[in-house]
């Protein structure tokens, strides 16, 4: 299975928001802008992003990203700050988390597998924003002697992408911080993100002894001991944490554990696409027990087992997405088309903005080439809220394909290679758009601006000593 190898010096990667004095400052203030600036931080997070996807790291399953998505909204709705956020969960089976410039933060699905309950999973996001806010990655920055942005792009993405021995290599050549320098200024960033977190548990109410729990799992977990120890190589620990935690708690009433059921059924799905073992989460419900059973027998291939297993709880609550979305697929699978949309139509009567089942259908239609202009349509407006998923830029390349609209098609196969990190494959795209007799001189112009842009995005060229600049 995956894993993302990383080390601690880059794993940072209105009336009750948190605002900046409700947290702790980085050490050098304000001083980091003139190291490196928000949209810097911000070209760097979409370079490290894009490489994970290039090597297919990151779970773009709409169901688990609409998830990760809305808890971490739940959580950073309550900072004051502004700031673009990106949540997304990896494949690596490894127990660990990590923030990178930018505002994207990632959770590796070994780490979601170990949580519990949603509360031990928003501890750890919080935890993780505390690293964006107080903006661990530019401190790191400005304490090393490296300050070429396209150099940091390397080093980030090659870790994060299992390069290690290049990345490191790097470090060594410019970093400048002394070994007992870096652990120092770690060991800071991980107290400082830990009382942002717990701050924003409160505020969020979400139960901070779950918070404490969940370090505590971590510590005493001996059959999950090599992928715990990759988050204590980055996340170190510190004398009294999780003391210090529960009595923050001792305030707490009502607290959250469960918001609801998404989490285990999430959990189901995120199990089942890296096979991983399951111990914790024996439930009494009935309907998460025989989703998760349905889908390791999709997985094998067995459709007609996993149906049989679904269906009772599919009869008692039609209405439940999760259920449903996989009842659905199933029934596809079957050939059994008409049925299993209409499972669809029928979620959608009740939620009708859902993501997830929108995404679904529009997927099946164009699949099977029917109602192809409303589908193709409805998937363009789900991009709206959906930037950064390759695979609806891929299947929007699709649609349009078969909507003979040459243009808005090969628009969308160059959206899938540039956020796939394959800008190779984006700017062969443009140059056959270039070429081709079926677009207007407007949308070749258009193309050729967005090769430039992608350029300066991605791996700006030297700039001449004269004459007109190419990226500003």
């Known amino acids: 299975m995956y894993k993302i190898f990383l080390i601690p010096l880059f794993l940072f990667s209105s009336g009750d928001l948190l605002s900046e004095s409700d947290v702790p400052s980085p050490r050098l203030g304000d001083t980091l802008n003139q190291t490196i600036t928000l949209d810097q931080e911000g070209k760097i997070g979409r370079n490290i992003y894009r490489n994970l996807q290039k090597h297919n790291y990151i779970i773009n399953n709409f169901l688990v990203y609409?998830?990760?998505t809305y808890l971490g909204n739940k959580l950073s709705r309550n900072i004051?700050?502004?700031?673009?956020?990106?949540?997304?969960?990896?494949?690596?089976?490894?127990?660990?988390?990590?923030?990178?410039?930018?505002?994207?933060?990632?959770?590796?699905?070994?780490?979601?597998?170990?949580?519990?309950?949603?509360?031990?999973?928003?501890?750890?996001?919080?935890?993780?924003l505390g690293h964006v806010v107080l903006r661990h990655s530019a401190e790191m920055m400005a304490n090393s002697n490296v300050n070429s942005i396209p150099m940091w792009i390397g080093i980030f993405a090659g870790l994060l992408a299992g390069q290690t021995e290049a990345s490191i290599a790097s470090i060594k050549a410019g970093i400048g911080l002394s070994v007992q320098n870096n652990i120092n200024l770690v060991r800071e960033n991980e107290i400082e993100s830990d009382n942002f977190a717990v701050s924003l548990m409160l505020k969020s109410n979400y139960d901070l002894n779950e918070m404490a729990?969940?370090?505590?799992?971590?510590?005493?977990?001996?059959?999950?001991?090599?992928?715990?120890?990759?988050?204590?190589?980055?996340?170190?620990?510190?004398?009294?944490?999780?003391?210090?935690?529960?009595?923050?708690?001792?305030?707490?009433?009502?607290?959250?554990?469960?918001?609801?059921?998404?989490?285990?059924?999430?959990?189901?799905?995120?199990?089942?696409?890296?096979?991983?073992?399951?111990?914790?989460?024996?439930?009494?419900?009935?309907?998460?027990?025989?989703?998760?059973?349905?889908?390791?027998?999709?997985?094998?291939?067995?459709?007609?087992?996993?149906?049989?297993?679904?269906?009772?709880?599919?009869?008692?609550?039609?209405?439940?997405?999760?259920?449903?979305?996989?009842?659905?697929?199933?029934?596809?699978?079957?050939?059994?088309?008409?049925?299993?949309?209409?499972?669809?139509?029928?979620?959608?009567?009740?939620?009708?903005?859902?993501?997830?089942?929108?995404?679904?259908?529009?997927?099946?239609?164009?699949?099977?080439s029917i109602n192809l202009k409303a589908s193709t349509s409805g998937m363009a407006r789900l991009m709206n809220n959906n930037i950064y998923n390759p695979d609806l830029y891929k299947l929007l390349a699709e649609g349009y394909s078969k909507l003979d609209d040459d243009y808005k098609s090969k628009r969308a196969l160059i959206d899938y290679y540039n956020l796939?990190?394959?800008?190779?494959?984006?700017?062969?795209?443009?140059?056959?758009?270039?070429?081709?007799?079926?677009?207007?001189?407007?949308?070749?112009?258009?193309?050729?601006?967005?090769?430039?842009?992608?350029?300066?995005?991605t791996n700006p060229p030297l700039e001449p000593i004269f004459g007109d600049k190419t990226c500003n």
């Open 66 to 68: 609409d998830y990760i």
């Open 213 to 368: 729990k969940f370090f505590r799992l971590m510590q005493g977990d001996s059959n999950n001991q090599t992928q715990v120890n990759e988050y204590f190589l980055t996340h170190p620990l510190y004398k009294n944490r999780i003391s210090t935690i529960k009595k923050r708690a001792a305030i707490q009433n009502n607290a959250i554990i469960n918001s609801s059921d998404d989490y285990h059924f999430i959990k189901n799905i995120i199990v089942n696409m890296l096979s991983m073992p399951i111990d914790n989460s024996s439930t009494k419900n009935e309907a998460i027990n025989n989703h998760r059973a349905a889908l390791d027998y999709v997985s094998k291939g067995n459709y007609k087992k996993a149906r049989k297993v679904l269906q009772p709880s599919y009869d008692k609550n039609n209405y439940n997405i999760y259920v449903a979305s996989l009842m659905s697929q199933i029934l596809w699978l079957q050939n059994e088309k008409k049925h299993s949309k209409n499972i669809l139509k029928k979620i959608l009567t009740i939620y009708p903005n859902n993501n997830a089942i929108n995404n679904q259908l529009y997927f099946l239609n164009i699949k099977d």
């Open 420 to 457: 796939k990190g394959n800008i190779s494959m984006a700017f062969k795209v443009i140059d056959d758009g270039l070429k081709s007799k079926q677009l207007n001189d407007s949308e070749k112009d258009i193309l050729k601006n967005l090769k430039n842009s992608i350029l300066c995005d």
């Open 80 to 128: 004051l700050l502004e700031r673009d956020y990106l949540f997304f969960i990896t494949k690596s089976t490894d127990v660990n988390a990590f923030a990178v410039p930018g505002g994207f933060v990632g959770i590796n699905g070994g780490l979601v597998v170990l949580t519990q309950n949603e509360a031990q999973l928003a501890g750890v996001i919080s935890h993780e």
